[in-house]
């Protein structure tokens, strides 16, 4: 069974920035796409950003030049480093993992979600 586990949220004010962890267990991490959802409250989960097995990335368009994500498959870890934060960056982020995570389909593997909260 693999567990996804996120660290990293808080609080932040505009312009500032985060860096979000998931740690995985169980599974073949190596081998997995990896993602960050997020969902604001009475909103659905959007993808963020993902990134391959073959480290190849894709972002939302609404954070593309500000939200970095990587990942260490030595550590079993993603990350998702978020830079110049905004009030509507402000929702629960979620690690997402699995072979078949895509634009339209989620993985397998749900975290249990971290709070990000932008304001002053």
């Known amino acids: 069974q693999v567990q996804l586990v996120e660290s990293g949220g808080g609080l932040v004010q505009p312009g500032g920035s985060l860096r979000l962890s998931c740690a995985a267990s169980?599974?073949?991490?190596?081998?997995?796409?990896m993602g960050w959802y997020r969902q604001a409250p009475g909103m659905q989960r959007k993808l963020v950003a993902s990134i391959t097995n073959g480290y190849v990335t894709n972002y939302a368009h609404s954070v593309e030049g500000r939200f970095f994500i990587s990942r260490d498959n030595a550590k079993n870890t993603v990350y998702l480093q978020m830079n110049s934060l905004k009030p509507e960056d402000t929702a629960v982020y979620y690690c997402?993992?699995?072979?078949?995570?895509?634009?339209?389909?989620?993985?397998?593997?749900w975290g249990q979600g971290t709070q990000v909260t932008v304001s002053s």
């Open positions: 169980g599974g073949i991490f190596s081998a997995y796409t």
């Open positions: 997402n993992g699995g072979l078949h995570l895509g634009p339209n389909t989620a993985g397998d593997y």
